[in-house]
């Protein structure tokens, strides 16, 4: 796979989210030294450690919108997280390694898949020859030669129907392994993740295998043995190997809502939780070695991205030593009208685009006036002026109800095609910006 520039990141990023080029670009940044650390000499790549990003701005203005477009660009282990998840050690929840552990498994899945398609051509070959043991049970050779060249002919016939399709929908049983699963789930739900874990193994090494036989279409059968004959064929200890070299020196963990663990007043003792939390955090990011099921995790060249919009605390309220590991702050803008414009038409998911598409499933055709667009951009940014500032997710109440009685009757509407004007979203939205109590509850 190719690595992308800062400038390439960017503009992908850009098919998403309107404005915030600060972030973008200091994300952008962080991305490409990754790969760039890779190049130089071990000697001092091990010396060059990640600049750890916070990302502080308003509530619904594109951070998290950010960190979840990166990680479909970064091609690395990326692993999103809210810090509100975790716990002190010895309480109740997650704890902070786990997030460690988590983006081991992520990297395993990763590496392993790709190693799966290398491998795919192969397994598909194999799974094919198994398919046709299934369809076509070998009798008990005899080693009469007549009888094998004929058994030959009907797998090659058999063969021949299999790949143009003609068997798809044919049952057929499969020997599958049974899942031991609800064990399990007993443990996971009480946040005992180490143990769960180690029961895991433990139950997976004693545990005689079994198998059930499940009947199936031989189109899913197929797709099942390719799974299984490209498992067998990867070499598991080495994807484990990569996967870990992959999370030490390329992981990325985005750290949401960071600010709901910071806490303002430390007057008043210390805040278990959201100190200790903070806490427990510190050696993670500066570098520490986490065991996973997979073996030792080092964490010092992880790249860690916060976010928070700050609202209540500042970043000053984080305890000190927390602050100063993370070096980079970007802020993001407060939305205006004109991006409130921007957004409801130009990303490749804008919001306009998605009511145009589900009414479309009704034969309508819905459009907006430019002036339409305009007078909803201005409302939701008076609305949010008015009440509480929540920034786009504010276009998200509005557009509703101000498609609500499309919405509702669509199906049942002579005229297919709609156009929405200024009058109409004045009509339909205006008692709400004269109303602030209206408002208050329903937008
Ligand atoms: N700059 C933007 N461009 C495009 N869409 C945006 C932008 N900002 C916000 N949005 C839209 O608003 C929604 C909420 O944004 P997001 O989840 O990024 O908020 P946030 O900054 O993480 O807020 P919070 O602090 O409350 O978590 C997103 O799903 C996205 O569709
Ligand atoms: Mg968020």
Redesign the pocket.
């Known amino acids: 796979m190719k690595t992308l520039k800062p400038r390439e990141i960017t503009e992908e990023l850009n098919r ?5 080029n600060k972030a973008k670009r200091a994300v952008s940044i962080a991305l490409r030294n990754r790969w760039r650390r890779q190049m130089i000499p071990e000697e001092l790549r091990d010396e060059i450690a990640p600049k750890n990003i916070i ?1 502080i ?12 477009r990166l990680a479909k660009l970064a091609n690395a282990p990326f692993l999103k997280i809210e810090a509100t998840k975790f716990t002190e050690v010895g309480y109740v929840g997650r704890d902070v390694e786990s997030m460690i552990r988590d983006l081991t498994e992520l990297a395993v899945n990763m590496v392993k898949k790709e190693e799966q398609e290398a491998v795919m051509e192969k397994a598909k070959v194999l799974a094919e020859e198994r398919m046709l043991d299934i369809l076509l049970p070998t009798q008990k050779k005899k080693t009469i030669g007549n009888e094998i060249e004929q058994e030959d002919s009907s797998r090659e016939k058999l063969r021949a129907l299999f790949k143009a399709g003609k068997l798809d929908e044919k049952m057929v049983e499969v020997e599958m392994p049974d899942r031991v699963l609800p064990i399990i789930e007993i443990f996971s739900a009480s946040g005992m993740e180490e143990m769960d874990m180690q029961i895991r193994d433990i139950f997976g090494n004693i545990l005689p295998k079994k198998t059930k036989r499940r009947k199936l279409k031989v189109k899913e059968a197929y797709e099942y043995l390719i799974q299984e004959e490209s498992k067998k064929l990867i070499d598991m200890d080495k994807v484990v190997k990569d996967a870990i070299e992959r999370v030490e020196q390329s992981g990325i963990i985005f750290l ?2 960071i ?1 709901k663990i910071a806490s303002r007043d430390r007057t008043h003792g210390p805040d278990v939780s959201r100190e200790g939390v903070q806490r427990d955090i510190l050696p993670i990011v500066e570098g520490t070695t986490v065991t996973t099921k997979y073996g030792m995790v080092k964490t010092d060249h992880i790249l860690f991205i916060a ?3 700050f609202h209540m605390s500042k970043p000053s309220d984080l305890i000190p030593e927390l602050q100063g590991r993370f070096p980079i702050r970007v802020e ?1 803008d407060p ?1 205006t009208k004109e ?1 409130f414009y ?2 409801l038409t ?2 490749d ?3 306009i685009k998605q009511y145009k598409a589900l009414l479309a499933t009704e034969d309508i055709a819905l459009d907006f006036e430019k002036e339409a667009i305009e007078e909803i951009a201005e409302i939701a940014q008076k609305i949010n002026e008015m009440t509480e500032n ?4 504010r ?2 109440t509005v557009m509703e109800k101000l498609l609500d009685d499309i919405s509702y009757s669509a199906p049942d509407m002579e005229e297919k095609k709609i156009i929405i004007t200024r009058e109409y979203v004045r009509e339909k939205l205006g008692e709400f910006l004269e109303r602030e109590d209206l408002s208050r509850y329903i937008l």
């Open positions: 998403f989210i309107i404005g915030q990302m701005g308003p509530t619904g203005v594109g951070k998290t919108e950010i960190a979840r949401d809502e600010d976010a928070g919009a993001l939305l991006d921007r957004i130009e990303p998911n804008a919001l929540i920034g786009a997710r276009l998200y």
